[in-house]
């Protein structure tokens, strides 16, 4: 089970992450669409012994404009409209006040963030173009996420170099 805490800023999304309540949480094999609201951080966590954990063994899929995460456990997570609310725009005050964002476990054992910026494309046009932009986990959970989707399998076997396993 996946829980998705929410913060409305970057310190509260750190400081209360172990005993955080989830906002929602996502049971395996469940797909759950998230329509994105602007100034809320999204904290993507696992229960561990009691405490969250931020999430492992994931593929983050950018379709469109949507941020899709497909989870070891069979769940997929749709941020509706990620891409499209969460980039960044000319006016600093405004960027500041809509900034959203998605975190998950990064590969040195710190956190991952999603941001536009690290999106593989910015093309708001390209919606029918899905791109990874996130793996995290070990050789055999990419291989069993992969194998939810023959999609997303194809992409997995032509997207990930070694060092991103």
């Known amino acids: 089970m996946i829980n998705v805490i929410t913060a409305t800023n970057t310190i509260n999304k750190q400081a209360s992450l172990s005993e955080a309540q989830p906002h929602l949480q996502v049971h395996s094999n469940v797909i759950k669409v998230i329509k994105i609201e602007p100034g809320v951080h999204y904290v993507l966590a696992q229960n561990i012994a009691g405490k969250n954990v931020l999430l492992k063994e994931l593929v983050a899929l950018r379709k469109g404009d949507d941020l899709i995460i497909f989870h070891a456990d069979g769940s997929q997570i749709i941020f509706s409209d990620y891409y499209l609310f969460c980039a960044p725009t000319n006016n600093a005050e405004q960027a500041t006040q809509e900034a959203c964002s998605v975190t998950v476990a990064g590969k ?58």
């Open 108 to 165: 040195d054992g710190g956190e991952h963030t999603f941001t536009s910026e690290n999106s593989a494309s910015n093309d708001s046009s390209a919606t029918d173009v899905s791109s990874i932009v996130y793996t995290q986990g070990s050789q055999t959970s990419l291989a069993a996420i992969a194998a939810m989707d023959s999609g997303l399998q194809s992409l997995i076997s032509e997207g990930i170099e070694p060092e991103q396993i």
